[in-house]
């Protein structure tokens, strides 16, 4: 999926105009996505998948599975550019 010019599994040059938080995501979308505040920043797409909110990312580290099973720092969801 990509909004505007962000790809999921993209990396995130310039992460610190968003407001992360380790709530976990609520709905489908892209997010931003990092396990630790001092680890890269990644485009996920969180999916909505038997009413179960999943994201499959071979590109974030230990960032697979059902939300609610995966620890780390989310922002989002990210709109497209104006």
Request: proline content about 9%; overall charge neutral; some cysteine.
């Amino acid at each position: 999926m990509s909004v505007g010019t962000v790809n999921a599994g993209q990396y995130l040059e310039e992460p610190s105009h968003l407001t992360w938080t380790t709530q976990k995501p609520t709905a489908p979308g892209l997010y931003g996505y990092r396990k630790s505040r001092d680890a890269k920043a990644y485009v996920v797409d969180m999916e909505l998948k038997n009413s179960t909110l999943t994201v499959d990312n071979k590109h974030a580290d230990r960032c697979r599975g059902p939300v609610e099973t995966i620890e780390g720092e989310w922002a989002g969801p990210l709109l497209p550019p104006k």
